[in-house]
């Protein structure tokens, strides 16, 4: 993989680090002036938006490598740099966290009446901590930002939850730390091989690092390691059951990034550090991958059919709508030339990113107003509220995958990659879009018309429909809905050259093992479907 020097503006630098300029400010200026820090927190979190807009407007899809680079030598005695750069998929991932961050400000305008002022600049923390991750090329500083992403989210959770938040924000940090120092020590074990045992010599550069040719008992522990670690936050199953107590617990701008980023931080783990730097261990976990995100899929989407919270039903279908990411991109490596799953499995991504965000929105303004998430006790939500309500069914029918809006288009090239791989496992996986259009289309009867005969939550509770700041910031996620589903190219442009590295990554590897053990293994998965 190549590097692109751009001299010039550090724009990378002044999208990660805009937020935590607005934290300064706000912690500085703005004690007691609830108005200036908000309005602090929407400036700072639009202009990244902005900078990441122009970004990926300037990103040249035919160049190979990272772009927009940015190279400072950091810690000297250990070859440690202040190293920043994208490509066409971290590039799509800076653009979702920018603009979901913008989006939470405006939505929790009026959602906390309890310190808000912390909120709000733990809110931009985390946005410095998840461009950071999308955007680091040193190994170094990206555990530096995977871990510092972590510390505000634990707040949020536990400070702004409901009440079982302390419960979940331990549980929460509890798990992803366990990952976390599980790809500490892999970050150790292949530095230290590196600087012994190869040319390179001691060195974090994830470029450099994945250009090494490792052994294969390394490739096997460090792959686990670092793949646990990603497993955990994407959520696979079985180490998804963080994911709804956090939802549930959350308040409603801590679930939509939760949902809307970082899950996507694991799956992006994936892609830029297990696949290319351990191409042969990768290879060997294809059917256990496949099984899994297989089994998270129909799973997922059926304890969602059996949830009476309503946060909790979307959470649970996050796990499910996950599972086509890890299979997208594990399925892609199977099969020699079969890069469509990986890009859709991206494109998923992106798309959950929008339309998971959405849903928990809509789960909190409709909360605000009814003080309730039982769906039991919701019903002909749609009489009073029939703006909530056209949005809800745009979002929800994004999300069972209908046609036209950007769930059909990932989920589609997901499934066609793996068809390439076992048609009888794609038909399986396929379930779950059938699945999902099952309760999501209830979770709607239920919840905004209802033909139990009963009364209207909460008899005698005035409910008022959407106001400005709350279409305001949905409206965003519509059009980028609406854009990918219609013209996918678009975004698929982005990830071609990107995509294509990748897999050429691993693709000898595959090519080598053929009539080895490990080729008979993916090959015996294949021939069992």
Same mark, same amino acid.
């Given at each position: 993989?190549?590097?692109?020097?751009?001299?010039?503006?550090?724009?990378?630098?002044?999208?990660?680090?805009?937020?935590?300029?607005?934290?300064?400010?706000?912690?500085?200026?703005?004690?007691?002036?609830?108005?200036?820090?908000?309005?602090?927190?929407?400036?700072?979190?639009?202009?990244?938006?902005?900078?990441?807009?122009?970004?990926?407007?300037?990103?040249?899809?035919?160049?190979?490598?990272?772009?927009?680079?940015?190279?400072?030598?950091?810690?000297?005695?250990?070859?440690?740099?202040?190293?920043?750069?994208?490509?066409?998929?971290?590039?799509?991932?800076?653009?979702?966290?920018?603009?979901?961050?913008?989006?939470?400000?405006?939505?929790?305008?009026?959602?906390?009446?309890?310190?808000?002022?912390?909120?709000?600049?733990?809110?931009?923390?985390?946005?410095?901590?998840?461009?950071?991750?999308?955007?680091?090329?040193?190994?170094?500083?990206?555990?530096?930002?995977?871990?510092?992403?972590?510390?505000?989210?634990?707040?949020?959770?536990?400070?702004?939850?409901?009440?079982?938040?302390?419960?979940?924000?331990?549980?929460?940090?509890?798990?992803?730390?366990?990952?976390?120092?599980?790809?500490?020590?892999?970050?150790?074990?292949?530095?230290?091989?590196?600087?012994?045992?190869?040319?390179?010599?001691?060195?974090?550069?994830?470029?450099?690092?994945?250009?090494?040719?490792?052994?294969?008992?390394?490739?096997?522990?460090? #792959? &686990?390691?670092?793949?646990?670690?990603?497993?955990?936050?994407?959520? $696979?199953?079985? +180490?998804? %059951?963080? *994911? /709804?107590?956090?939802?549930?617990?959350?308040?409603?701008?801590?679930?939509?990034?939760?949902?809307?980023?970082?899950?996507?931080?694991?799956?992006?783990?994936?892609?830029?550090?297990?696949?290319?730097?351990?191409?042969?261990?990768?290879?060997?976990?294809?059917?256990?991958?496949?099984?899994?995100?297989?089994?998270?899929?129909?799973?997922?989407?059926?304890?969602?059919?059996?949830?009476?919270?309503?946060?909790?039903?979307?959470?649970?279908?996050?796990?499910?709508?996950?599972?086509?990411?890890?299979?997208?991109?594990?399925?892609?490596?199977?099969?020699?030339?079969?890069?469509?799953?990986?890009?859709?499995?991206?494109?998923?991504?992106?798309?959950?990113?929008?339309?998971?965000?959405?849903?928990?929105?809509?789960?909190? #303004? &409709?909360?605000?107003?009814?003080?309730?998430?039982?769906?039991?006790? $919701?019903?002909? +939500?749609? %009489?009073? *509220? /029939?703006?909530?309500?056209?949005?809800?069914?745009?979002?929800?029918?994004?999300?069972?995958?209908?046609?036209?809006?950007?769930?059909?288009?990932?989920?589609?090239?997901?499934?066609?990659?793996?068809?390439?791989?076992?048609?009888?496992?794609?038909?399986?996986?396929?379930?779950?879009?059938?699945?999902?259009?099952?309760?999501?289309?209830?979770?709607?009867?239920?919840?905004?018309?209802?033909?139990?005969?009963?009364?209207?939550?909460?008899?005698?509770?005035?409910?008022?429909?959407?106001?400005?700041?709350?279409?305001?910031?949905?409206?965003?996620?519509?059009?980028?809905?609406?854009?990918?589903?219609?013209?996918?190219?678009?975004?698929?442009?982005?990830?071609?050259?990107?995509?294509?590295?990748?897999?050429?990554?691993?693709?000898?590897?595959?090519?080598?093992?053929?009539?080895?053990?490990?080729?008979?293994?993916?090959?015996? %998965?294949?021939?069992?479907?």
């Amino acid at each position: 993989m190549g590097w692109h020097q751009q001299a010039g503006f550090p724009i990378l630098s002044a999208i990660i680090y805009l937020p935590l300029v607005g934290v300064l400010v706000i912690m500085a200026f703005g004690k007691g002036r609830p108005r200036f820090y908000k309005l602090v927190s929407l400036l700072v979190t639009f202009a990244a938006f902005a900078l990441s807009a122009v970004m990926l407007l300037r990103l040249h899809t035919h160049l190979p490598g990272m772009q927009f680079t940015e190279n400072v030598l950091w810690i000297g005695r250990f070859n440690i740099h202040y190293s920043f750069g994208i490509d066409g998929i971290a590039a799509l991932l800076v653009f979702l966290t920018t603009l979901l961050g913008c989006i939470v400000i405006i939505a929790s305008w009026h959602y906390v009446s309890d310190r808000e002022r912390g909120f709000f600049a733990a809110l931009l923390l985390l946005q410095t901590g998840m461009t950071g991750v999308f955007c680091a090329t040193d190994l170094f500083l990206f555990y530096v930002f995977w871990e510092a992403m972590l510390i505000p989210m634990y707040f949020i959770i536990g400070i702004w939850g409901g009440p079982r938040k302390i419960y979940a924000a331990i549980k929460f940090f509890l798990f992803t730390l366990v990952g976390s120092l599980l790809m500490l020590v892999a970050i150790i074990a292949l530095v230290y091989y590196a600087r012994v045992h190869s040319p390179v010599g001691l060195t974090f550069n994830i470029q450099l690092l994945s250009r090494l040719v490792l052994p294969y008992n390394l490739q096997i522990w460090a #792959f &686990l390691a670092f793949f646990l670690a990603f497993a955990i936050k994407v959520p $696979m199953w079985p +180490l998804h %059951t963080w *994911l /709804p107590d956090a939802h549930v617990e959350a308040p409603m701008a801590g679930s939509v990034i939760l949902a809307g980023v970082l899950l996507k931080m694991g799956a992006y783990g994936m892609l830029r550090l297990c696949l290319p730097i351990f191409p042969d261990a990768a290879v060997a976990f294809i059917p256990l991958v496949v099984a899994l995100s297989i089994v998270a899929i129909v799973y997922g989407a059926l304890v969602s059919m059996q949830q009476k919270d309503l946060k909790k039903l979307v959470a649970y279908s996050s796990v499910s709508h996950m599972g086509f990411v890890t299979l997208g991109i594990f399925a892609s490596i199977a099969v020699l030339n079969n890069a469509q799953g990986m890009e859709g499995a991206i494109l998923v991504m992106f798309s959950h990113g929008l339309l998971t965000g959405a849903l928990f929105l809509l789960v909190g #303004f &409709l909360y605000e107003r009814t003080h309730t998430r039982d769906i039991a006790a $919701m019903s002909r +939500l749609a %009489t009073p *509220l /029939p703006i909530l309500a056209g949005f809800f069914m745009f979002f929800t029918l994004g999300s069972l995958g209908l046609p036209g809006l950007s769930g059909f288009v990932g989920e589609f090239l997901s499934l066609l990659g793996l068809f390439h791989y076992s048609h009888w496992l794609a038909a399986i996986a396929a379930l779950g879009v059938i699945l999902a259009a099952c309760y999501l289309l209830w979770m709607y009867q239920r919840v905004l018309f209802n033909d139990r005969g009963d009364d209207a939550v909460k008899p005698g509770l005035a409910l008022t429909d959407f106001n400005s700041r709350e279409i305001v910031s949905l409206l965003p996620l519509v059009v980028f809905v609406v854009w990918l589903g219609v013209y996918p190219t678009t975004f698929l442009n982005l990830l071609h050259l990107p995509v294509q590295q990748i897999v050429g990554r691993v693709m000898p590897s595959l090519a080598q093992a053929h009539g080895g053990a490990l080729a008979q293994l993916v090959h015996f %998965t294949r021939g069992l479907f």
